[in-house]
């Protein structure tokens, strides 16, 4: 059993699989709005890589031996310029949706987005409760590691990154970290650093469609092996 992908009931994530605990939030989605009943079959996730399937209840009762399942490698991460409006929460939802192990948020230098310390922070925290509702609906075992928004510096020297231009050659896992610059472009001085560019597609995509066209290009790679 690689993942909890047959038809083992809704999916929902525990801090101890041994013994499970549903937060009051997840209890009262699975029970007023999906309507489980005691002993409903469900899976669980620790987030971490594993799960196991269990009855719902409160507790809910474990019905089956925990699995652990492998970490996919290299990990895929995707750095997106912040765009305007709630925009960056329905992009980190689909690129949880689609596999992606880190989500890095940053300001560009044609960013139209400025953000204060507050408001970064309280849309991190905001993200991450997406990401977790994202991952139970796509039944991931592994909850992605979603960063608060951060400088065009900062993602530019993570391991493996490549910018993501119309000129560039062709996605691989030989640079499984992925920047996708605003609306505007990037600026000469993001180029000027000389970071590889690979190419998402002829056409111009719009920003949010370029983070999700990045993920899927690099989730696909992944799965055929390279």
């Not at 689909?94 to 948020?105: H, S, V």
Request: hydrophobic share 40%; aromatic share 4%.
């Amino acid at each position: 059993m690689a993942g909890p992908t047959g038809r083992g009931g809704p999916h929902a994530f525990v801090d101890d699989l041994d013994q499970p605990v549903l937060s009051a939030g997840d209890e009262h989605h699975l029970a007023r709005v999906l309507r489980l009943r005691p002993g409903d079959p469900l899976t669980l996730s620790d987030g971490r890589g594993s799960w196991r399937p269990a009855r719902f209840g409160s507790p809910p009762a474990p019905d089956g031996p925990i699995v652990e399942v492998p970490e996919a490698t290299p990990p895929i991460t995707i750095a997106f310029a912040l765009v305007k409006g709630e925009r960056p929460e329905w992009i980190v939802q689909k690129l949880t949706e689609l596999g992606t192990d880190e989500i890095r948020p940053f300001v560009a230098e044609r960013s139209v987005v400025r953000w204060t310390e507050e408001k970064r922070t309280r849309a991190a925290e905001r993200w991450r409760v997406v990401a977790r509702e994202a991952s139970m609906q796509s039944r991931r075992c592994r909850l992605p590691t979603v960063h608060a928004p951060c400088r065009f510096a900062d993602v530019a020297a993570l391991d493996g990154a490549a910018l993501a231009d119309r000129d560039g050659g062709p996605v691989g896992l030989d640079h499984p970290v992925l920047l996708i610059g605003p609306e505007g472009g990037w600026s000469d001085t993001e180029r000027d650093l000389g970071l590889p560019t690979v190419r998402l597609g002829p056409q111009v995509l719009r920003a949010e469609t370029a983070a999700l066209a990045a993920a899927t290009l690099l989730a696909s790679a992944r799965e055929r092996g390279g």
